[in-house]
């Protein structure tokens, strides 16, 4: 630490002189003519001076990626690494290294591609005027499970680019990047693709595994048992714990008329936040949530005109559930939550919902925009990110769809709106083919796992 702090004291003040040097080229020459200069006291291993302003004076280098080490020069930041932050736009830093005159610091994900730097110590701040991080943004398209176009029975484990599916149809990721895929109809498991290990594994063997989600601890895994023949079975419980090899089983119960809350119907959207696992029947006949812990069946809302077909995901930003319409190519969101006067819990009914996305009409073409301006097709799964953005699976269309939170609705991977292009290609996202992607997740740092399920492979979207 000492070594460095003299190192970075000099660094400091040759970033002031070598601006025409840049990247990690001009740390390199730095640290080099700084070598021999390591013998004396640092200056400015120092704290903060409250009574004095902060200074934010330069940075170097001046543009990179995520993960981009990067040095900004100035005065007052003290040198306690836990009492500063550091800013590109919204996004925070994190920060290495600090002395008086000089922060260390690794660029955030997609902070824009320009950035205003802000140094924050202790509350104040100050801000680098007249610079801005120029911010390259990485991305593409990757197969990591299955092999493409090929479908077995039963489907292989092993490597996870040699073993097969029969139909990947379902798809969620945990904190750690473990994917778990449901394989749909014969397929009848769960398979867990390491990421890290590169191998795939079926973990559970059910009838007709669907809908699935991890809590938002991604301490369980929830799969549905989606055929009404099953019930009063109505979902699996996967721990993280026992290596997502344990299950336990979730099921209906009879309520206070004397039937089966959820009933025999066949289901098909669920969702999962902190506390409950949301569950709805095919049509929107009914929808339940059950705690997590207690077990407990509560019917929250019944005969909501869904169509046949619709997805769920909860966005844990704005605390609602998004849900997607098949047959109507829209997106509805609504508060899982909303408890009106004289109920005893949350009743959902289509008037709590919120119409958000698509023009409900079928069209031959996809059009991009901002809320009823966009034109979707066949909208199957969904994921949310730790930035609130909701991707969607269209199958008529063969591409994923973005849904910011102002509600702008982008073309996210695959062919650009206008007719349907399928086929199969990895690459760039712009550039990437899909075939029928029915289902999306995404995790913590950014990537987004695809079941591409008419091409029979699990894909990654990396945007950094």
């Not at 801005?132 to 299955?146: D, H, K, L, P």
């Not at 769920?312 to 939550?337: Q, T």
């Not at 990895?426 to 079941?451: H, M, N, Q, S």
């Amino acid at each position: 630490m000492e070594t460095f702090l003299k190192l970075l004291g000099c660094m400091s003040s040759r970033l002031r002189q070598m601006t025409s040097v840049s990247g990690i080229a001009l740390v390199f020459v730095i640290l080099a003519g700084c070598a021999n200069k390591t013998d004396t006291a640092n200056a400015y291993d120092k704290p903060h001076d409250p009574g004095k302003a902060i200074v934010v004076s330069g940075i170097g280098p001046k543009k990179g990626g995520l993960g981009t080490k990067v040095v900004i020069t100035g005065e007052n930041f003290g040198n306690d690494p836990s009492k500063i932050k550091v800013y590109f736009n919204t996004k925070k830093a994190t920060v290495m290294k600090v002395q008086d005159n000089a922060v260390y610091v690794l660029v955030p994900k997609q902070p824009g591609e320009y950035s205003t730097v802000k140094v924050e110590v202790d509350g104040r701040e100050s801000v680098l005027d007249g610079v801005q991080f120029q911010y390259f943004i990485r991305s593409t398209v990757t197969t990591v499970a299955g092999i493409w176009n090929k479908s077995t029975n039963p489907p292989t484990d092993g490597p996870a680019l040699e073993s097969t599916f029969y139909r990947p149809a379902k798809v969620a990721v945990d904190d750690e990047g473990n994917v778990m895929v449901a394989d749909d109809q014969s397929g009848a498991r769960i398979r867990l693709v390491s990421t890290e290990d590169e191998k795939m594994t079926t973990v559970l063997n059910v009838t007709v595994p669907w809908s699935c989600s991890f809590n938002e601890q991604f301490s369980h895994f929830y799969v549905m048992e989606r055929n009404s023949g099953q019930r009063p079975l109505l979902f699996y419980s996967l721990s993280k714990e026992s290596n997502y090899m344990i299950s336990d089983l979730f099921y209906d119960q009879v309520g206070e008329d004397g039937n089966r809350i959820f009933g025999s119907y066949t289901a098909c959207a669920l969702a999962a936040d902190d506390t409950y696992v949301y569950m709805m029947s095919e049509s929107g006949e009914r929808f339940v949530r059950v705690h997590q812990q207690t077990k407990k069946v509560e019917l929250i809302g019944q005969s909501i005109p869904t169509g046949t077909y619709s997805h769920m995901v909860y966005n844990k930003v704005d605390g609602k559930i998004y849900l997607s319409l098949e047959a109507s190519g829209r997106i509805m969101r609504f508060d899982p939550h909303h408890t009106p006067a004289g109920k005893q819990t949350p009743w959902i009914t289509w008037d709590d919902m919120e119409w958000i996305i698509g023009t409900g009409l079928v069209s031959a073409t996809s059009k991009e925009g901002n809320g009823h301006d966009a034109q979707l097709g066949t909208l199957c799964g969904l994921g949310a990110d730790h930035d609130g953005n909701v991707y969607i699976c269209d199958q008529k269309f063969h591409c994923v769809w973005k849904v910011d939170p102002l509600l702008n609705c982008t073309i996210f991977a695959g062919p650009p709106a206008g007719t349907a292009v399928s086929g199969y290609r990895d690459g760039k996202p712009e550039e990437a083919l899909f075939y029928r992607p029915y289902d999306i997740t995404a995790t913590y740092d950014g990537l987004i796992y695809v079941a591409d399920t008419y091409n029979y492979v699990i894909r990654c979207i990396s945007i950094q």
